[in-house]
């Protein structure tokens, strides 16, 4: 059987600057029934290393460091021997939740992952935190766009290390010219489409979102 998308659910907090909050964080898992890719190893290791199985998890993907997207990823990496991969302008923040674990590689913008015969292609996409990433897979026709991009908009950028002007530069310039029948597979909620999305982009630069 050819690459596919897994999806896996899982329910934790995200802390920043002081405050705490209950989320549900969308764990993907690209892959085949060899080797897989998970992007986010968001609060439970034990369940998404069942999902993943007996498949050897050639990558730990982090779209970027806040924490509920990342803390169950030293012991996912810990069980399975898989790299844990973060573009380096997110490691301030990774550091605030795993002072003592670094990442074992960096993503840059442009480089490929490969899994299951099937490219990951990294766009830099900072403004709701500096090291965000998306990861393009063409052959999928999938966009993981982690919490830069979400249906009805963009990613939150209230918080330290974030910037508006900036989420809204790294989504016009590097997402909403992907293909208008791109899935977006988001780090939260739904899945939406580039074309879903794209004609929005005035309205959201208008009330800052």
């Avoid at 460091?65 to 573009?87: F, K, S, V, Y």
């Amino acid at each position: 059987m050819g690459a596919r998308i897994e999806h896996l659910v899982t329910a934790g907090q995200f802390t920043l600057d002081g405050g705490t909050w209950d989320v549900d964080n969308n764990v993907w898992i690209i892959g085949d029934d060899t080797e897989t890719v998970v992007i986010d190893a968001a609060h439970d290791a034990g369940a998404i290393a069942e999902a993943v199985g007996e498949r050897r998890l050639v990558a730990v993907v982090c779209t970027h460091a806040h924490n509920d997207h990342i803390d169950a990823a030293p012991e996912l990496a810990d069980r399975t021997g898989a790299p844990i991969l973060l573009h380096a302008d997110d490691l301030p923040l990774w550091k605030q939740t795993h002072p003592d674990r670094a990442p074992d590689g960096e993503l840059a913008d442009g480089q490929v992952v490969v899994v299951a015969g099937v490219e990951l292609t990294v766009l830099h996409t900072p403004g709701h935190a500096p090291g965000a990433v998306c990861l393009y897979v063409p052959a999928l026709n999938a966009l993981f766009s982690g919490d830069t991009l979400f249906a009805g908009g963009p990613g939150a950028t209230g918080r330290s290390y974030s910037h508006f002007p900036t989420i809204v530069d790294s989504i016009r310039d590097r997402l909403l010219g992907l293909p208008g029948d791109t899935v977006v597979y988001t780090g939260h909620g739904d899945t939406t489409t580039v074309s879903a999305e794209a004609p929005h982009l005035q309205e959201w630069i208008d009330r800052g979102f």
